[in-house]
C-alpha cells in the first residue's frame, strides 16, 4: 500500500510541473504526429508510425519476458521491459540529432554552389537538380528526388514542397523559402543574399560544434550517472535470492522512487545542458 500511495505522490508531482511549465494555451500534438515527424527529421519518413510502436512494444514484451525468466521477479521485468521499449525512440532520435548536425556541416556548401548556379545564369531549378551529381553526398538523394519531381511533373512550388518535406530540416527550409520568394516576386539579390547566409551557416555550425564539444564530457557523465544503477540493477537479476527483494512492498517503493528520481534527473539535466534548436517554422 505504502508502494501505491509513493507512486501516487510522483505521478501528482510530474503532471503538476507539466501543467505549470507548459504555456498557458499550448497543445501538444497527437503522438502519431511526433512518431511522423520524428521519422522525417531521421530520415526514414517511408517507415510508418505503427511499425515504429510495433518495434517497440515487441522489444519490450521480449525483454520483460526474459528478464522474468531469469529473476521471476515481475517489477524487474516491468522495469527492463519499459526500458527496452524505448530504444527504438532513442534510437530514432539520435540519427535524427546526427543527421541534422551532418546537414549543417554541407548547407554552407550547397548555398555555395546554389550562388555560383545563379551567377552563371542557370535558373533555380537548374541550379538546384544540380545539386544531384555535384552537391554534398548526404543531400544528393533529396535533390535527385527534386530533380525527378520537377522534370515529371514541371511544378517548381509543388516540388519544392517535397523537397522541404523531405529534407525535413530548418535550415533547408529556410534556403527553399528564400529561393520560392526570390523566383515570385523577382529576387535581383539573391546571390548577395545566398552568400551571407552560407557565412551565416558556417559561423553558427563552428560555433555550436564548439559548444557541443566542450558540454561533451558533461553529457556522457550525467548519462552515465543515470544508467549506472540500471546496470547494477540487471547485474543483480542473476541473484535470484537477492533480486525477488523488490517484489516486497519496500522493492517496490524503492523501484518507484529510483525510476522517479533518475527520470527527473536526466530531464534537468536535458533541459539545463541543451543547446537552441532551430525549429521549422517555415514546414
Request: glycine share 10%; net charge positive.
Amino acid at each position: 500500500m505504502g508502494a501505491v500511495v509513493g507512486l501516487a505522490f510522483g505521478l501528482g508531482v510530474v503532471l503538476l510541473g507539466s501543467a505549470l511549465l507548459a504555456p498557458a494555451g499550448s497543445r501538444r500534438p497527437a503522438p502519431t504526429v511526433l512518431v511522423v515527424d520524428l521519422l522525417a527529421r531521421a530520415g526514414m519518413d517511408g517507415v510508418r508510425p505503427r511499425a515504429v510502436t510495433g518495434a517497440a512494444a515487441a522489444l519490450g514484451l521480449v525483454v520483460a519476458l526474459v528478464m522474468q525468466a531469469l529473476s521471476r521477479t515481475p517489477p524487474i521485468a516491468v522495469v527492463f521491459g519499459c526500458l527496452a521499449a524505448y530504444l527504438p525512440v532513442a534510437y530514432l532520435r539520435g540519427r535524427a540529432r546526427r543527421r541534422q548536425r551532418e546537414f549543417a556541416e554541407v548547407w554552407p556548401e550547397v548555398v555555395d554552389h546554389l550562388a555560383s548556379g545563379v551567377r552563371a545564369g542557370l535558373g533555380l531549378a537548374e541550379a538546384l537538380a544540380d545539386l544531384a551529381d555535384r552537391g554534398p553526398e548526404p543531400l544528393r538523394p533529396a535533390f535527385a528526388a527534386f530533380a525527378l519531381d520537377y522534370q515529371t511533373s514541371g511544378r517548381l512550388a509543388e516540388s519544392l514542397d517535397r523537397l522541404k518535406a523531405r529534407l525535413a530540416d530548418p535550415v533547408g527550409d529556410r534556403v527553399v523559402e528564400a529561393l520560392r520568394i526570390a523566383r515570385e516576386v523577382g529576387g535581383g539579390d539573391l546571390g548577395r543574399l545566398l552568400r551571407n547566409l552560407a557565412q551565416f551557416l558556417r559561423e553558427d555550425a563552428r560555433t555550436r560544434s564548439e559548444l557541443e564539444a566542450r558540454q561533451a564530457w558533461a553529457v556522457n557523465g550525467a548519462r552515465l550517472a543515470v544508467s549506472a544503477p540500471w546496470l547494477v540493477l540487471l547485474m543483480l537479476s542473476f541473484q535470484s535470492a537477492v533480486i525477488r527483494r523488490y517484489a516486497s512492498t519496500e522493492g517496490l517503493l524503492v523501484l518507484g522512487t529510483g525510476a522517479v528520481t533518475c527520470l527527473g534527473a536526466y530531464a534537468l539535466m536535458s533541459r539545463i545542458g541543451r543547446l537552441p534548436v532551430e525549429r521549422r517554422i517555415l514546414s
